[in-house]
């Protein structure tokens, strides 16, 4: 990896020490990693995480610990050790610390991942997806991918994932990015019908790419709103990838229709059985001219995933992330460059996958200058948006908030066909908002009994009055 410091060199080359006597004894030497990244992580730039590592491989019992053998048992090697020098030592220990420096010596987010839309283009359409409406009228090329990942590389992000569109689609992109930038971990939602047995042998070959493949359910829900024969696809993919030792996990999009299939204990060990290593979940969100606004959970469905993905966390070998009802673990919302940010297939750099707004572009700024411009300000003075962590978000659960932003910032719509006021998205979930909140607060007040609400001025309110000046440091 070019252009360490000399600190990053030793923890570099300390690291993959310890990588190489690791697989000889998996439950001896899982600890020594561990202990490693104590060491050179005496700043605390990633406490959390070894908090949370520490006490999964404290008892051998703990599902969670069960995964991480999966990982010796079921995934090639080489792909398995790759992950562990570009997602521990890359993203994690090197990229922490260069992210600490350019918040402390600029006053702005830098982001641990960047999601990024290769293309628009897509050869499904989806019920309700705003992709659905872009055709292949839009798509960054191999040299301006290539641009992002240098620049982001320098600022202390080494994750990068892929979104669209079907990222699939720049299928031999993709692979020349993990060859050229093999520092890098890489991983992609796809709707998974493009995976192939040619694909599987060149993610074995690089090594760095990991695949979340979309999936609704079983065949009917998820044909029903991705088209006949998807399941089937999904499931053939499923079937290459475990049997090539390649890791790959699921992304779920929990909706009205489907969200008792997707909490049931038999989704769930069937993912498992197929292979999966993670699992990612949405709540549908109502974006885009062609959404349906009708397939927006209510609060008892949402509530319910709240418990069931709980639960399972702590019977089940996989790793799940719900990235609107478990704000508590992270503090809220990850968006704004706080930990991620996307950039999308014409160039505009947006705080979220699921905000379509922006006041810059990679063709106009760099990266750094986009974290710093009044939209990614405003983002990083107003989180958290509220002091009840299970209300992350600031278009599902505070759209006052998102619209607030976009008004005082400047921003402008990006959709690239139907652009969409800031006030009519944000209509859209007002009162799914006002149905969680009285939810999520019983459930706030449950759950963290130490860190009670009040009336006072919420961060939602508090960002409203922001004029996106520096005097708070924000």
């Not at 690291?15 to 700043?43: G, Q």
């Not at 922490?96 to 999601?115: T, Y």
């Not at 031999?172 to 192939?196: A, P, V, W």
Request: with cysteine.
């Amino acid at each position: 990896m070019a252009n360490l410091t000399i600190k990053e060199r030793l923890e570099s080359a300390g690291f993959k020490l310890v990588l190489s006597y690791l697989d000889k004894d998996p439950d001896a030497n899982i600890p020594k990693v561990l202990n490693w990244v104590d060491r050179f992580d005496r700043e605390d730039n990633v406490k959390v995480q070894r908090d949370a590592f520490r006490e999964v491989i404290s008892d051998p019992n703990n599902n969670m610990y069960k995964l991480i053998k999966k990982v010796w048992t079921e995934i090639d090697g080489g792909v398995r050790r790759k992950f562990f020098e570009n997602f521990m030592l890359n993203a994690t220990a090197i990229g922490g610390g260069r992210q600490k420096k350019v918040r402390e010596e600029h006053g702005c987010n830098s982001p641990w991942a960047i999601l990024m839309d290769p293309t628009s283009a897509c050869n499904l359409k989806c019920i309700g997806c705003w992709a659905a409406e872009y055709g292949n009228k839009l798509s960054m090329s191999f040299e301006t991918l290539d641009n992002i990942i240098e620049q982001g590389k320098q600022l202390g992000t080494f994750m990068y994932i892929f979104s669209g569109g079907e990222p699939l689609v720049r299928k031999k992109d993709i692979i020349r990015l993990c060859e050229k930038h093999n520092d890098c971990m890489f991983l992609s939602f796809t709707n998974g019908t493009l995976i192939d047995e040619a694909f599987a042998n060149e993610m074995l070959r690089v090594k760095n790419f990991v695949p979340a493949i979309s999936i609704e359910g079983y065949e009917e829900a998820t044909d029903s709103r991705r088209g006949a024969g998807t399941y089937k696809a999904v499931i053939r993919a499923m079937d290459i990838l475990k049997e090539k030792k390649l890791p790959f996990g699921i992304s779920v999009c929990y909706t009205r229709n489907n969200t008792d299939v997707i909490g049931s204990e038999e989704f769930w060990d069937d993912m498992i059985a197929k292979g999966a290593l993670f699992a990612w979940f949405f709540t549908y969100m109502p974006v885009g001219k062609d959404a349906v606004p009708d397939l927006m959970v209510t609060p008892e469905q949402r509530e319910f995933m709240y418990y069931k993905v709980r639960e399972f966390r702590q019977t089940k070998p996989i790793f799940t992330i719900d990235f609107w009802n478990d704000g508590d673990y992270i503090d809220g919302c990850i968006a704004g460059g706080r930990y991620y940010l996307h950039i999308n297939a014409n160039g505009d750099i947006e705080p979220c996958a699921f905000i379509h707004y922006s006041d810059s572009s990679v063709y106009n700024k760099t990266l750094l200058e986009a974290y710093k411009s009044p939209l990614f300000m405003q983002y990083r003075a107003g989180q958290p948006f509220n002091k009840n962590l299970y209300r992350p978000c600031p278009l599902l659960d505070n759209p006052e908030a998102l619209a607030g932003i976009v008004d005082r910032s400047g921003a402008k719509s990006t959709d690239a066909v139907s652009p969409e006021d800031v006030h009519v998205l944000c209509g859209k979930c007002t009162e799914a908002a006002k149905h969680w909140a009285p939810v999520a607060d019983k459930l706030w007040v449950e759950k963290h009994p130490d860190k009670p609400l009040t009336k006072t001025e919420e961060p939602a309110e508090a960002v409203a009055a922001c004029k996106g000046c520096t005097a708070c440091g924000k």
